[in-house]
């Protein structure tokens, strides 16, 4: 998607795509990381979300990298804490005990710049970008986290019915992005509590392991 879209919808507060509670979906499959107290997880399109703060109060660490600024600054009020900010590269880096986060686009963010990631929690970032955009998006993430391990929550429902984002995702798309780099393993399946803006879908949470 353009930059300008994501830009215009904080700008406009048409910020649907956040949820007012903690993921329930990570809660129930986090353990299968195999994650430790202190370990770091980055959240890719992360906007500002609870997911975060609940994160953190298990006692792990946070990275994550965010298009819009107003949505981090939204993260660190809720927070309830200060950041320092400063310049990494293109982007800006929103810094906290515990917490990390960079503001621009996700492909000018480079591994030094990310440093070492444990896993990954993708609920937001595979599913806002159009099919067009997801081999790139997946060699990316491959890449700037060394293959760290994944969980992956995805969604299918009639495209038909409504335009992305969040856009429709076959097990054929998840297998065709991250396939030979992972070892692909579906841990959850079955119909997403409301649908998408009104519409049935099938939610889906994947465990991505490193060949």
């Not at 067009?132 to 998006?137: D, G, I, N």
Request: hydrophobic share 40%; charged share 20%.
């Amino acid at each position: 998607m353009e930059a300008q879209f994501w830009q215009d919808k904080w700008q406009k507060n048409e910020i649907g795509f956040h949820e007012p509670d903690v993921n329930p979906l990570l809660v129930e499959h986090i353990s299968a990381l195999g994650l430790e107290p202190g370990d770091r997880i980055f959240l890719p399109l992360c906007g500002k979300t609870l997911d975060i703060a609940w994160l953190l109060s298990q006692g792990y660490r946070v990275v994550g990298v965010e298009l819009v600024e107003l949505a981090i600054e939204q993260l660190f009020a809720e927070l309830e804490l200060e950041p320092d900010i400063s310049r990494a590269g293109t982007l800006l880096c929103y810094q906290a005990p515990g917490i990390d986060i960079y503001v621009g686009d996700l492909f000018d963010l480079s591994v030094d710049e990310l440093g070492t990631v444990d896993a990954v929690y993708d609920r937001a970032a595979f599913v806002a970008l159009p099919p067009e955009m997801r081999a790139s998006y997946a060699k990316k993430m491959t890449e700037v986290t060394h293959s760290a391990d994944q969980l992956l929550i995805t969604f299918e429902y009639d495209q038909s019915l409504m335009s992305g984002p969040p856009f429709s995702s076959t097990h054929s798309d998840v297998e065709n992005s991250y396939q030979p780099a992972y070892q692909l393993t579906l841990l959850s399946e079955g119909e997403m509590p409301g649908g998408l803006k009104g519409h049935p879908a099938d939610e889906f949470v994947w465990l991505l392991r490193q060949e």
